[in-house]
């Protein structure tokens, strides 16, 4: 394994790793705020910070490169996280993480016709289906109770489907471009996507809300580290090893959120679970094999 392959195998697993901890901080916003308005703040937030930190601007316009940035941020930003917020509000967040894990072989199956360099092997197909083995007893705990609502499970499958094709067109972007103007540029069109969105939705805009500690410091954590430097991550990760070797690392987020709700909720952890665990990383490792 070369510098590169290791370090975008590192990339992608801090990624999932961040974004697989802010169900706790979400958690925390919904006492208070909307899903939409959790959505309009994180990423406009995200987006002043990314302005004071990298405050240059290109003003030379390629269209078709501005019209993929703004496919991009419709699909990675807006289309994604509203439609897996949608989806919670139908059926069980069970099965919408269930239905996500699928992105994977989505973005392996797109992959593969979008870029030569992507070629789909057996190995994902056997890494998927022991990753979502493992995935069903950790999310269901031994319940094995399977609630299936048409609407709600249908849009976190077109979700899942749309993150898949948003992973896969990141690698269309221009090596030359810097990592933070690319998030950036990603970011500002997820925004003005968004924003037709937020006034059908009649949210309102409470900045006093914002300023309490405890809210604060949960839209600082998924602005700078689940949208910023996540984003950021995983963009620098596909350019290294890939969309499909990246995204494999997202079944990992069940694991790493079992592991965390124990270390910081106090939720217990049973034998079903651990056998869950040991069922993805298999799959995990079947997925990579052919590769590592």
Known sequence: MNRNSIEGYLLAFFTVFIWATTYIFTKNLLKNLTPYEILFYRFTLAYLILCIIYPKFNFDINLKEELLF?????????????????????????????????????????????????PFHKHLLYGFIFSILGIFLVIFNGKYILNLNPLGDILALIAAIIFSIYSSLLKKTDNKLKQLLVIRKIFFYGLI?????????????????????????????????????AFIMWSQAIK??????????????????????SLFLAEEINGVMIGGGILILFGVYLSERRTI
């Open 193 to 229: 996507t968004m924003i037709p969105i937020v006034f059908y939705n009649n949210v309102r805009f409470e900045m006093a809300k914002l300023w309490q500690l405890n809210i604060l410091s949960s839209f600082l954590f998924l602005s700078l580290l689940a949208s910023i430097l």
């Open 70 to 118: 703004l496919t991009l941020g419709f699909l990675g930003v807006t289309a994604y996280y509203l439609l897996e917020n949608i989806a919670l509000k139908y059926t069980q967040a069970s099965n919408v993480g269930l239905i996500v894990s699928s992105i994977p072989i989505f973005t392996a199956t797109i992959a593969h016709f979008m870029h030569e360099d992507e």
């Open 240 to 261: 290294l090893i890939g969309a499909t070797k990246t995204s494999t690392f997202i079944y990992l987020v069940p694991l790493i959120t079992m592991i965390s709700s």
